[in-house]
């Protein structure tokens, strides 16, 4: 069975900092790249952060560079998205996801799903 669970989120002030964790299994994790999503209320799910399943290249949504930081621990099949600097306009719940492709911030080229952690950032 295909899962992706995330743990991590939480409530933090402005200027926090939370690390997520994605963990895989039921699946060749080596052989998906992973992506971090987030959807606030309201809003359409859009892509954060990702990392390459081949040579572990990065991806940031122009809204967090700088801030979050992706990277991966194959040995546990597990992919990490460590965010400072956070900002009331973060709050939402983050989703790690799986792609068989490539590396994209596009929603639509995932496959599998985790259900989601809430960060919710107050000022």
């Known amino acids: 069975e295909v899962q992706l669970v995330e743990s991590g989120g939480g409530l933090v002030q402005v200027g926090g900092s939370l690390r997520l964790s994605c963990a895989a299994s039921g699946f060749t994790f080596d052989d998906y790249a992973i992506g971090w999503f987030r959807q606030a209320p309201g809003s359409h799910r859009e892509g954060v952060s990702c990392?390459?399943?081949?040579?572990?290249?990065?991806y940031y949504a122009d809204s967090v560079k700088g801030r979050f930081t992706i990277s991966s621990d194959n040995a546990k099949n597990t992919v990490y998205l460590q965010m400072n600097s956070l900002q009331p306009e973060d709050t939402a719940v983050y989703y790690c996801a799986a792609s068989r492709y490539y590396p994209t911030l596009d929603r639509d080229e995932y496959d599998f799903w985790g259900q989601g952690t809430q960060v919710t950032v107050s000022s």
């Open positions: 990392i390459s399943d081949s040579d572990s290249s990065t």
